[in-house]
């Protein structure tokens, strides 16, 4: 079906790239670094029919390789190639745009959306439809950051009031702290179901104290994500049958190639998703991949905004059964491009991503 079925084909003819920067709430640690703000791209994508698509990308330069700059210079670099192409033809330019000696995954996400988003509001249906299933509620976790473990207890106790019922907590840079510092959550939230991402941050010596420590403690944890680096893959399936909590990696897949070699491996119990990783299109070829292969999915994001989230709530509703969720980027902003009270509900609606165009 094409955009505006049952007429003429439309051609994307204005393309806008914007650099946009969000001051986030209070600084938030991890194992990789600090961030105190989420530095966006934004492309708005209009076509000869009038309809207009939105999408962003939120490239951390320690996990994608480049920064806001570069991303803003590659989406620019890009856009004659947008100029006058079917919207519709969603896959042919995600080859062709990555063929392009400019790409990086930043432009070429923000791409993709802009142009899924343009292509739903054309047919005025939600993103989640155009991808395979009805937009429906989904819910997040919040995430704890590597801080001391009363900031720690208070965070969660925080969330816990806020109606959420999952914390992430952040580790990985130093394992007696990281124990105090899952310990004082458990503490603070003692119903609520806990991950633990450690950003490549620990040994598998230090994974195998970690978890016995858990299990004295009687502290029981979903899942753990990507505890050793990206690269020992090895290491990481000699890991999963040294202890009982299963394994995520996050770091360790950007590309459906990565997904092949993770699973080859034998290095995974689950895939992290992240559109900002892979693009929308890599992202749905990694969920084809894992399901075949009979590894479940979990549904991550950057400090990002309601753009960026609801487009992935929407992968999350079209796509289904994902194992767990951790879209709490653009609560950690100060102020978002949308009034959303804080909580783990995540309501996708349509048409496209469901952000209005004039707060985005």
């Known amino acids: 079906m094409r955009c505006g079925a049952g007429g003429p084909v439309t051609r994307i003819d204005a393309v806008g790239v914007e650099a946009v920067t969000y001051p986030l709430a209070a600084a938030f640690p991890i194992a990789s670094g600090t961030q105190e703000s989420a530095a966006v791209l934004r492309v708005i994508l209009r076509d000869s029919a009038g309809h207009v698509g939105v999408g962003e990308a939120a490239p951390v330069p320690h996990i994608v390789g480049h920064d806001q700059r570069a991303a803003r210079e590659a989406a620019l670099r890009l856009a004659p190639l947008l100029e006058g192409a079917d919207p519709t033809a969603i896959r042919p330019l995600h080859r062709q745009l990555w063929n392009d000696p400019a790409a990086n995954v930043s432009a070429i996400h923000a791409i993709e959306m802009a142009l899924i988003d343009l292509c739903c509001r054309a047919l005025s249906v939600p993103m989640a439809t155009y991808l395979g299933g009805p937009p429906r509620e989904v819910r997040t976790d919040m995430t704890v950051p590597m801080v001391e473990p009363q900031a720690a207890a208070a965070r969660a106790a925080s969330a816990v009031a806020a109606g959420f019922t999952q914390l992430k907590v952040k580790t990985g840079g130093g394992l007696t702290d990281d124990i105090a ?73 950007f590309t459906p190639a990565d997904a092949h070699a993770v699973i080859a491996a034998d290095a995974a119990d689950i895939i992290v998703l992240k559109l900002a990783k892979a693009g929308v299109i890599g992202a749905l070829d990694i969920a084809a991949i894992a399901r075949g292969a009979g590894v479940e999915l979990m549904m991550g994001c950057m400090v990002e905004s309601a753009v960026g989230i609801h487009a992935s709530a929407h992968v999350v509703a079209g796509l289904g059964e994902f194992m767990h969720v951790d879209l709490d980027g653009n609560q950690l902003l100060a102020d978002d491009v949308v009034d959303a009270a804080h909580g783990p509900t995540i309501c996708p609606v349509g048409p496209g991503h469901g952000i209005p165009l004039d707060a985005a």
């Open 181 to 253: 510092r899952v310990r004082a959550v458990a503490d603070a939230a003692p119903a609520a179901e806990l991950t633990i991402d450690a950003n490549q941050g620990w040994t598998t010596d230090e994974v195998v104290a970690f978890a016995d420590a858990m299990g004295d403690a009687a502290i029981a944890i979903k899942l753990l994500e990507q505890p050793l680096p990206a690269g020992a893959l090895a290491e990481l399936a000699q890991l999963r049958a040294a202890i009982d909590l299963p394994v995520a990696v996050d770091e360790a897949v």
